[in-house]
C-alpha cells in the first residue's frame, strides 16, 4: 500500500502542556482511518500538524513523499471542523473561489444543492454547509482526504450520505483520515487509531482494539439503586439505556460492593465494546 500520510514520533507543547505526545500513525492510499479520542485528546492538534498547519515541538511528518508544504498540500482535501467555507458568500462563490485557489474550475452542484447555489453558506442548514464543505474539498480529486467530524451535528441520512462519498473517496484511491465521536462510524473505517491524553493508545480493527477486554452487565430490578451504590464506591458504571455495565473489573469485587450495599444482582461477563475500550484505555492513561 502507498503512503500518503505519516507522523514519525511526532510531538507538540503548547507551553508545558503536551498536546500530542510522540505519535506515529499512517494513512495509506484507499484506507479510510478512523482516529478516535475524547474531547481534547489531541486529534486536531495532531491533524493540523499532518497537513503543516502547525509546526511540531519534535518528531517528522510526511505528507506524500516529502514534509507537508504547500504543493503538497494542493493535492489533499481538508474539512476542518468549522468547515473552511465563507459564510458570508454564496454556495456558488465559494466552489468558485476555492477552484480558483487550486487552478481548476467550479464542480457542478448535485442536484440536492442546486437551488441552494445563491444561498449564502451562513444561512444553509448545518447539513447542508458540510455537503458544500464536502464539493469544496473533493474538486480538485485529491489523492488523501483529511476530515476532522465531519458528521457532527448532522442528522442519520445525511451523516449515510456522508459516509457514502467518504467510502467512495477511499474506493478511487484516496486515504482518508477522520475523526468522529460516533462509534457506530468507526465501525465503518477500515483501521482505527485512538489517542488519551495526547498519546497514541490503540491502533487496528475494531477487534484488535476491544482485544479480551471484558464489561460485566449488572441486571437487577432496581437499577437506579445499583447505579448509585457502585457510582458512590467509585466503580467506573456505565448507564446504556437503563443497563448498567461495568467494563475491565474484577467480578468479585463487583459482587463486593453490591452486596455490601444490599443488593442483589445477577452478572453477565460480556465482551466490552469499542467506546468501553476506549473508557479503559482513557484511565490507563490517565494514571
Ligand atoms: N493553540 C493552543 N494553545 C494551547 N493549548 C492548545 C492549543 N491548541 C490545542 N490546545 C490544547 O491541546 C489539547 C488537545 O486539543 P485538540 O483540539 O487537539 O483535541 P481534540 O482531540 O481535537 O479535541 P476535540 O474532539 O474537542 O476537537 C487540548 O487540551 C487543547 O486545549
Redesign the pocket.
Known sequence: MTMILSTDVVTRR??S?T??DAVSVEVGAGEVVGLL??????????IRMMLGLLAPSDGAVTLFDGPPDLPRRARLGYVP?NLGLYRDMTVAENLEFSAHAYGGSAPALPPELADSADTLVGDLPLGTQRRVAFLVALAHTPEALVL??PTSGVDALSRARLWDTIREQADRGAGVLV?T?YMEEAQQCDRLLL?SN?RLVAAGDEDDIIGDTHTIAVHCPDWTRAFAALNDAGVPVILAGRAIRVPDIDEQKLRTVLTSAGIEARLDTVRATIEERMLTLARGSNQ
Open positions: 503548547f507551553g502542556f498536546a500530542v479520542g475524547a474531547n481534547g485528546a489531541g486529534k486536531t492538534t495532531l471542523q476532522d467530524e475523526t465521536h489517542m495526547g
